[in-house]
């Protein structure tokens, strides 16, 4: 068996080297390490855990191992033994080679800023680089029970009340996610910060004014005790967790926002301590007119409780970046109907199986994905399609898991569940690109990598200059204005700039029925400039139909028989109309022997001892079949009008052809127009002749196009397009398409098409039309402006708030910043990035 896994920690060649080295010294496994992408693939006789991978793995470094998707090239093993690996691993076990989401989420948390790119943390807590609150990954599904408080053994799938007593029934399991807790945790603390915060601010305002009326009470120095005791709630509990962060970024050198406030205002709290207790060693010029230290208690206590209140306001614009998930969360049903013996009988989600006969009734939710069996209705797939109009659904049709049943009941076969249906693989996908950095990123992660020890160094030299040089109390001066630089400077704007944008971004893209795979791939298709597309499925509505069959030698039926009998076997779209052609007028198949699918060409077989191809002209050519002029010229004037001809041959002569439509799709021509006038090159590339490709290619006045294309002429012409320095996407539907899809800088797959051209592209349009396409970039042009806002912000905000800070705007205007005032403007900074990120949820593409 074949494991695909990350390996995270190498840094270069002799990194790799080690690691390849390490494992392959593990009996029974063979493995090969790449360093870009860091992936490793192993090759293993038994399972061996990813414990033990990792153990062997820090005894040489601080290397990291953690699985990512799996093939398997095995021997077939026994059905119990295929479950229980499935079951303990979380792998698809089946004669096909499936990239299967991991669903391992809801038990999982990330960092919001992305320090270790998409490293995943099994508990809750800090970020160990940023020390920002890890943020809980929702699960594909929701799975909630209720039981009854007084009759424990009542378990359903739905609330509702208590069949014995009545009661009404409550959660199994606490429904509360880790976002909601830290926020409920955070408003808690904020209280009491603001409790104790507030007299502290009271009695060191009133001391300001002119004959003082608290020294008619006490005295100064026993103020200065109420205050030191009022802020210890505030700093040693509200407001402790930032202390705690300030240390660990310090021992492990991650320097970060909580740094600078732990310095700060760990640096004024401590003065002031010094202060009460030991003031004969302070100069004069530190003191006041009663003779006691100038203590910092209320800009200790204000600028902590400040930052406190960012962090409040973060946590709650934060849950609503991922609320496009959450949205999708929401669509997930709970319980289907089950058609069994006759009878209905109601069933949880997770105990359906593929093959299960469902019955879906007017308004409910299809449980999962499937195909209309028995019945017909119309289907609300807007969740997915981000289409309003309400589709028609009738026998034979698929539908997808979350979307919504009209007015009619049907029943449906279950083909797709669990991990495997439409809905769970746009959550899983919408996940993981909310979790991927985008190359935009790498610049304000390099400048944050110096910008806290730059900060300190300037918070320093502020407290320098103004001792030397500031006017008198001027080393009072001096350490008002060192901490202000420490307090205002703030890189979790910085780091939020990327993150929050995509996130929210890639959650817009999901509910418009635009799956994107990666924030690469987001920014980069901003910067498209050559659309290549397919024609058939991509152009055209790829459900084509035949509209004639003429034959020379053999009877219509008997060719209908041959050629059906071939396409059987074929999952092309104009196969399976050929097929539906046949079963139509009740021809039947035969046993079909030898048979080819050849790419770009066509299908050969043996029927009924008869040699038979059927495709294009190439594979005639390949197959050396006669055509005559007669037979030629009948197929020229077919495809003049348009239309897809494939070419007969039975026992190398061609014999008749059947004539295919598919028609043009309604959005096509308005896509093109569009993407043609922001300034994209759209090239059609089709394995069709050229007489059928230009009479489509007019229709749409596109300016270039190329036919009779095989998957490696495709490849060609990207390459190629890549070395004139272009930036290309590709949109394609079927296999033959999918090598170009992984070659171009943007794969575009439709949604309708197979799974492995959907699994080689970085976007995916569930809808499958070229409007999708201009949605796709506008998204990526409003995501990538959001994000430069984000950065311009943050970037104009640190250039001009710690010079202010420091204080160069005294000589001229006499201005200073207060530390309170600066915390006050680092704390909604990184807030007001979140804020122009949320604007992307409103955007109209």
């Not at 060649?13 to 360093?35: H, S, Y």
């Not at 009072?476 to 205002?488: M, S």
């Not at 996130?503 to 659309?531: P, R, S, T, W």
């Not at 009740?586 to 299908?603: C, H, P, Q, R, W």
Request: proline share 4%; aromatic share 6%.
């Amino acid at each position: 068996m074949t494991h695909t896994y990350t390996i995270l920690g190498m840094t270069c060649d002799g990194c790799r080297t080690k690691v390849e080295k390490t494992l392959n010294a593990l009996g029974g496994i063979k493995a090969k390490v790449t360093l870009d992408p860091p992936l490793a693939t192993i090759t293993m006789e038994e399972h061996i855990a990813t414990e033990e991978l990792q153990e062997a793995l820090t005894a040489v470094g601080k290397y990291s191992i953690e699985m990512t998707h799996t093939t398997h090239s095995h021997e077939k093993k026994s059905e119990k033994s295929c479950c229980s690996t499935a079951k303990d691993h979380g792998h698809k076990h089946d004669d096909k080679t499936t990239a299967v989401p991991h669903n391992d989420a809801g038990g999982k948390y990330y960092c919001p800023m992305h320090c270790e790119v998409d490293k995943m943390y099994d508990k809750a807590g800090d970020c160990p680089v940023c020390g920002m609150h890890l943020v809980q990954e929702p699960a594909t599904a929701q799975v909630q029970q209720y039981t009854c408080p007084m009759h424990p053994e009542v378990i359903t799938d739905s609330p509702g009340s208590c069949p014995i007593c009545g009661m009404d029934l409550v959660p199994l399991e606490p429904s509360e996610s880790e976002d909601q807790r830290i926020y409920k945790d955070l408003v808690k603390k904020m209280k009491i910060a603001v409790v104790f915060t507030v007299p502290i601010f009271a009695i060191a305002m009133i001391e300001m004014a002119h004959n003082n009326p608290l020294l008619q009470l006490m005295d100064a120095s026993k103020w200065n005790w109420i205050q030191l005791i009022l802020s210890l709630p505030v700093v040693f509990y509200a407001c402790w967790i930032f202390f705690v962060r300030a240390w660990k970024s310090i021992i492990t050198w991650n320097l970060n926002m909580f740094t600078l406030i732990g310095i700060g205002t760990g640096v004024a709290f401590l003065f002031s301590l010094a202060g009460m207790f030991f003031p004969d060693v302070f100069p004069d010029e530190f003191k006041t007119e009663h003779g006691t230290v100038l203590l910092y208690f209320e800009a200790t206590t204000v600028i902590l409780t400040l930052v406190l209140l960012g962090q409040l306001l973060e946590a709650r614009a934060h849950s609503q970046t991922s609320g496009a998930i959450k949205e999708l969360l929401k669509l997930a049903p709970t319980q289907a109907t089950l058609v069994i013996d006759g009878s209905d009988k109601i069933i949880s989600i997770h105990d359906i199986k593929k093959g299960d006969l469902l019955r879906v009734k007017p308004g409910d939710k299809i449980p999962v994905d499937g195909k209309i069996t028995d019945g017909e209705s119309t289907v609300d797939e807007s969740m997915i399609t981000g289409e309003p109009i309400p589709v028609d659904k009738k026998n034979g049709d698929m539908v997808s898991s979350g979307t919504i049943n009209g007015n009619k009941s049907f029943i449906m076969i279950a083909e797709k569940v669990g991990s495997e249906t439409l809905l769970s693989q746009i959550i899983q996908m919408v996940n993981n690109a909310s979790r991927s950095r985008a190359p935009i990123q790498k610049l304000a992660d390099s400048i944050a990598k110096y910008f806290v020890p730059t900060v300190v160094i300037l918070s320093i030299l502020t407290f320098f200059i103004w001792a030397k040089f500031g006017p008198e109390p001027a080393m009072v001066y001096g350490f008002i204005n060192a901490i202000a630089v420490l307090i205002i400077a703030c890189p979790c704007a910085l780091g939020l700039a990327t993150p929050m944008s995509v996130m929210v971004g890639v959650g817009k893209g999901a509910q418009l029925g635009i799956l994107i795979k990666n924030a690469e791939a987001l920014e980069k298709m901003d910067k498209v400039n050559v659309l290549i597309t397919d024609k058939t499925g991509t152009i055209t509505e790829g459900k084509p139909s035949v509209e004639k069959i003429v034959a020379l030698q053999y009877s219509e039926d008997e060719l209908l028989q041959y050629i059906a009998s071939l396409n059987q076997y074929s999952e092309h779209p104009l196969a399976e109309a050929v097929v539906k052609f046949a079963k139509a007028k009740n021809v039947s198949l035969t046993k079909v022997d030898d048979f080819e699918n050849i790419a770009g060409k066509g299908v050969i077989g043996t029927a009924i001892d008869k040699k038979v191809a059927l495709g294009n002209k190439k594979l005639m050519e390949q197959v050396s079949a006669a055509i005559s002029a007669a037979i030629e010229e009948k197929i020229i004037a077919e495809q003049k009008l348009g239309k897809t001809v494939s070419y007969i041959a039975v026992d190398k002569n061609v014999v008749g052809f059947v004539t295919i439509t598919d028609a043009i799709k309604e959005t096509s021509a308005a896509a093109i127009k569009e993407l043609m006038r922001q300034g994209v090159e759209v090239i059609m590339l089709t394995g069709d002749n050229v007489n059928t490709a230009k009479a489509v290619a007019d229709e749409l006045h596109l300016t270039s196009f190329q036919a009779g294309c095989l998957p490696e002429d495709k490849l060609k012409v990207i390459e190629k397009l890549q070395a004139e320095g272009k930036v290309v996407a590709m949109a394609g539907d079927g296999i033959n398409d999918a090598p170009a899809l992984a070659q171009s800088d943007i794969g575009i797959a439709m949604g309708t098409g197979t799974d492995v051209a959907i699994e080689s592209a970085k976007i995916t349009l569930v809808k499958g039309d070229l409007q999708g396409i201009v949605k796709a970039k506008n998204l990526s042009h409003a995501v990538m402006s959001n994000i430069k806002q984000n950065l311009f912000f943050a970037f104009i905000y640190n250039v001009l708030g710690v010079p202010v800070a420091a204080g160069v705007l005294y000589p001229f205007f006499g201005i200073l910043l207060s530390p309170m005032i600066a915390a006050l403007a680092m704390s909604f900074s990184s807030v007001s990035v979140i804020v122009n990120a949320l604007r992307l949820r409103s955007l109209k593409l």
